[in-house]
């Protein structure tokens, strides 16, 4: 299958400062990329979706200010929290979906803490 | 109307043994019913998936039965290794899987010797 990275795997940051995770697909063009949260022992709830050059839609509740998304290229997208703070602790994961069909390939996550 | 609603919770079951996780939906546009594995601290990876046109899929030793008319599907794992031992997610996705996924809340399995 395709394969999907994230950078980093793990961060721990201090409360107020902004945490960038990066999101590559390295073997195919994702012409869709989600961002997934995902609480310990819980299921993957979904943040937003993006489209390649366009703005990212959000999931209602989720504070688009506060995670701001980028999907630069067919390739790459970020998600950047913003004031990080300790409730903002989680897994994160990201999946990208190209256009020659309607699997999402997820990527390994990343672990946020916020102290 | 969007929720995908997973059974059992949790799973214990002896090596070799069948390991079935089941999922119901309600949206009838759904028609794209995908599976996926995660292990602790890894991202989640498809096993399966089927699509409404067929009642059955096999794949090594996983098959998806579905059941349209009970918007019904289920994850059979024959002869069941400690290595199967993972959190499973169902899913549903509408429009040929170009919508969102929806996950179902997850079954985490056991195998034991």
């Known amino acids: 299958g395709a394969v999907v990275s994230q950078h980093p795997s793990w961060v721990i940051c201090k409360s107020g400062t902004s945490v960038k995770i990066e999101c590559r697909s390295l073997?195919?063009?994702?012409?869709?990329m989600f961002w997934y949260r995902q609480f310990p022992k819980q299921s993957l709830m979904l943040m937003a979706t993006?489209?390649?050059?366009?703005?990212?839609?959000?999931e209602q509740g989720v504070e688009k200010d506060k995670f701001l998304i980028n999907h630069a290229s067919l390739t790459l997208s970020t998600l950047t929290v913003t004031s990080a703070h300790p409730e903002d602790s989680s897994f994160y994961i990201c999946?990208?979906?190209?256009?020659?069909?309607?699997?999402?390939?997820f990527g390994p996550g990343t672990r946020l803490l916020v102290l | 109307q969007q929720q995908v609603k997973q059974s059992p919770q949790s799973l214990i079951v002896q090596k070799g043994g069948i390991s079935i996780i089941n999922c119901a939906y309600e949206?009838?546009?759904?028609?794209?019913f995908p599976w996926y594995q995660q292990f602790p601290g890894k991202g989640p990876a498809l096993l399966i998936a089927?699509?409404?046109?067929?009642s059955e899929k096999k794949e090594g030793r996983f098959t998806i039965s579905f059941n349209k008319s009970a918007k019904q599907f289920s994850l059979h794992i024959m002869d069941s290794q400690p290595g199967d031992s993972a959190t499973y997610f169902c899913?549903?996705?509408?429009?040929?899987?170009?919508?969102?996924?929806?996950f179902g809340t997850g079954t985490r399995l056991t195998i034991i010797p």
């Open positions: 073997d195919f063009q994702a012409t869709t």
């Open positions: 899913a549903a996705s509408a429009n040929f899987g170009n919508e969102k996924l929806t």
């Open positions: 999946s990208g979906r190209g256009d020659f069909g309607e699997t999402q390939y």
């Open positions: 089927i699509r409404p046109d067929v």
């Open positions: 949206n009838t546009a759904f028609d794209y």
């Open positions: 993006s489209n390649e050059g366009s703005k990212a839609t959000y």
